[in-house]
C-alpha cells in the first residue's frame, strides 16, 4: 500500500496560538486531501488541493485554515488561532493509482488545544 | 439527513465467525465504495475500494455494493482477535472527489 506520512504525531498548543501539520503524500500526485476527526466522532472532509490550488473546502475550512505546498514533497495544514474546538486527530490523504476513488491516509497528527 | 449512516456498534463475536457490516448511504451520486479499518488514534487504512454494484472479494474480505437499496456490506470470514478494530464505511461521487465517510463500527472479535 502506498505510504502517506505525517508529522508531529501529536501536538499540544495553547488557545489562540498558530499550529501547522506536515504530509508528505504520495509522491507525483496532484492531489491531496485534509480531514479531521473530532473523537467518537467521524472522519470529516476539510479540503482537497489540486496542482498547488484548492478545488473544494467544507464550510469547516474557515478563515482559521490555510493549506500550503512550500516545496514540491510536502503539504501544510495551518490553523492560525486554535480553538479548543480544534482538538481533533488531522488526517492528510493521497489518491491511488487507480481511477482516484480511493484515498490513502496517512497516519496522522493529534492535536491537543489547551 | 446523515449521507452515510452505520451502526456504531460495539459488535462482539467469536473467533472463527462470519461477521457482517453493513452501511446505508442516502445520496444517489457516490459511485465509489470504500471500507476502511482504523484503530484507536490511528489513520484509516484502505481495506476494499469498489465501483459501482457488486462484490469483490479479498482474501477473507467480501465487500458488496447494493445501489438499488442504497446499501453496503463488508463480510469477513473466519474472523480473528486481530480483526479487531472499527470499521469505517465510505462514498465518494467520482474519481478524485472528497470522501463522506460513517461513524464506524466497532468490532470485537474474542478469542
Known amino acids: 500500500e502506498p505510504e502517506v506520512t505525517q508529522t508531529p504525531s501529536h501536538q499540544v498548543t495553547q488557545m489562540g496560538q498558530e499550529v501547522i501539520l506536515r504530509c508528505v503524500p504520495i509522491?507525483?500526485?496532484?492531489?491531496f486531501y485534509w480531514y479531521r476527526q473530532i473523537l467518537g466522532q467521524k472522519v470529516e472532509f476539510l479540503v482537497s488541493?489540486?496542482?498547488?490550488?484548492?478545488?473544494?473546502k467544507s464550510e469547516i475550512f474557515d478563515d482559521q485554515f490555510s493549506v500550503e505546498r512550500p516545496d514540491g514533497s510536502n503539504f501544510t495544514l495551518k490553523i492560525r488561532s486554535t480553538k479548543l474546538e480544534d482538538s481533533a486527530m488531522y488526517f492528510c490523504?493521497?489518491?491511488?493509482?487507480?481511477?482516484?476513488?480511493?484515498?490513502?491516509f496517512g497516519p496522522g497528527t493529534r492535536l491537543t488545544v489547551l | 439527513q446523515k449521507e452515510v449512516e452505520q451502526d456504531p456498534g460495539p459488535l462482539s463475536v467469536p473467533e472463527g465467525a462470519i461477521v457482517s457490516l453493513n452501511c446505508t448511504y442516502s445520496?444517489?451520486?457516490?459511485?465509489?465504495f470504500m471500507w476502511y479499518r482504523q484503530y484507536s488514534r490511528k489513520g484509516p487504512e484502505l481495506l476494499m475500494y469498489t465501483y459501482s454494484s457488486g462484490n469483490k472479494e479479498d482474501g477473507r474480505f467480501t465487500a458488496q455494493v447494493d445501489k438499488s437499496s442504497k446499501y453496503i456490506s463488508l463480510f469477513i470470514r473466519d474472523s480473528q482477535p486481530s480483526d479487531s478494530a472499527t470499521y469505517l464505511c465510505?462514498?465518494?461521487?467520482?474519481?478524485?472527489?472528497?470522501?463522506?465517510f460513517g461513524i464506524g463500527t466497532k468490532l470485537q472479535v474474542i478469542p
Open positions: 509522491s507525483n500526485h496532484l492531489y
Open positions: 465510505a462514498s465518494c461521487s467520482g474519481g478524485y472527489q472528497k470522501v463522506t
Open positions: 445520496n444517489s451520486a457516490f459511485q465509489y
Open positions: 490523504a493521497s489518491p491511488g493509482q487507480g481511477s482516484g476513488g480511493e484515498q490513502f
Open positions: 488541493f489540486y496542482n498547488n490550488e484548492i478545488s473544494e
